[in-house]
């Protein structure tokens, strides 16, 4: 049998750092308020002149050299943001000029938070079908673009970031590693809990869209909250239970860094610790589709990421669009 293999991990951070106490000075909040209700501390501003792909190619880049391979091995890369280098083309194939990739296939996958766990859910299905032998999956997002920074509410939250992975295939006779499943869902009845509004065939940009406001995050932030926690945790048991497993094999949860109190709740509902999740929301914010690979990469840097392990990943973003990945490493 053939199994998908993470063959290396890599993540990019911009070194602007916006802590809480900078953004008392922008709207009305606290440091205590944003700490107590979100976790977060800090979070990451790409520097003005880089873009999404500058970031994202870094990351690849260093998931190739983790992985033991050269860019020009990959033959496909699958890039998650909603927030690309501009509308066309995809990022991904600016992402594979910046790192000197070859001739292969190269696209973008749009389901915000959850854009990384379906890009492993697709990069899985190419490798084991042999459709792709190396396959360079990304969660990258310049939320810093897209945010309205007079609003509280949302511009507290967010951060700028870039994750990524190399898969490739494995032959295993007896206890399979890798990618033991995926779980890809949406609900498109909630897409206008969480969007933004300008800037495609909706509201295509004008002077008009722009003094509206149209084209930064707009967020109802308690049904996201409470639809996070329930769908979250429900995917997490879809994959426990999938894979003929109870929580207490679940070693490492990295979960979609999003509040603090999200994560918690899902702990709470699988009845798993706290102290099997990785958390690095309080540096970085949320930072969509980049916080899972870049939470894993650090994990990985740190250790805590040990052969046999099972590894739970998990997101829900916009759309809702919402996912769980169980891993073997
Ligand atoms: C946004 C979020 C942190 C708000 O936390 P909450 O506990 O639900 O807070 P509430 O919505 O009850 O707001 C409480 C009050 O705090 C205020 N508030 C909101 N943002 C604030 C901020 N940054 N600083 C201070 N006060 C703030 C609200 O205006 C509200 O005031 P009011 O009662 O006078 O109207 C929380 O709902 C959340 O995390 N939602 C999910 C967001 C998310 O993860 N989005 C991305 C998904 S991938």
Redesign the pocket.
């Known amino acids: 049998m053939i199994a998908t293999r993470i063959l290396g991990t890599g993540s990019a951070t911009p070194g602007a750092v916006l802590t809480n106490h900078d953004?008392e000075k922008m709207?009305?909040?606290?440091d205590a308020?944003?700490r107590e209700?979100?976790g977060i501390e800090n979070r990451r501003i790409l520097e003005p002149g880089r873009v999404t792909s500058d970031v994202a190619a870094e990351a690849g880049a260093k998931a190739c050299t983790a992985a033991g391979i050269s860019p020009s091995e990959i033959d496909c890369i699958i890039l998650g943001t909603v927030t690309p280098d501009m509308p066309m083309p995809a990022t991904a194939t600016i992402v594979q000029q910046k790192l000197g990739a070859p001739v292969g296939a190269a696209f973008d996958l749009s389901a915000?938070?959850a854009g990384f766990i379906y890009g492993l859910g697709i990069g899985d299905a190419f490798v084991r079908q042999g459709v792709f032998k190396r396959v360079l999956v990304i969660g990258v997002e310049i939320l810093s673009r897209v945010l309205d920074w007079k609003d509280?509410?949302?511009?507290?939250?967010?951060g700028d970031a870039a994750g990524a992975v190399v898969l490739g295939p494995e032959r295993w006779e007896v206890k399979p590693r890798g990618i033991l499943s995926t779980h890809m869902l949406a609900d498109g009845t909630q897409w206008e809990q969480?969007y933004i509004p300008g800037g495609g065939s909706k509201h295509p940009t004008t002077s008009a869209t722009v003094a509206e406001n149209l084209h930064v995050v707009k967020?109802n932030?308690?049904a996201?909250?409470a639809h996070?926690v329930r769908n979250i945790a429900s995917a997490c048991q879809t994959a426990i239970d999938a894979n003929g497993l109870r929580a207490e094999d679940v070693d490492l949860v990295v979960a979609?860094q999003?509040?603090l109190?999200?994560v918690e709740g899902v702990a709470q509902r699988c009845n798993l610790p706290m102290s099997k999740f990785y958390i690095n929301i309080q540096k970085y914010g949320?930072t969509?589709s980049a916080s899972i690979p870049v939470a894993l990469d650090e994990a990985v840097r740190e250790g805590r990421v040990k052969e046999g392990m099972n590894i739970l990943f998990c997101?829900?973003?916009?759309g809702f669009s919402w996912g769980s990945t169980l891993y073997r490493w």
Do not use: E, P
Request: hydrophobic share 50%; net charge positive; glycine share 6%.
């Open positions: 953004l709207v009305n909040t606290s308020w944003i209700r979100t915000a938070c509280r509410n949302t511009c507290v939250l967010f969480l967020m932030g308690k996201v909250f996070a979609h999003a509040n109190r999200i949320n969509s997101a829900l973003g916009a």
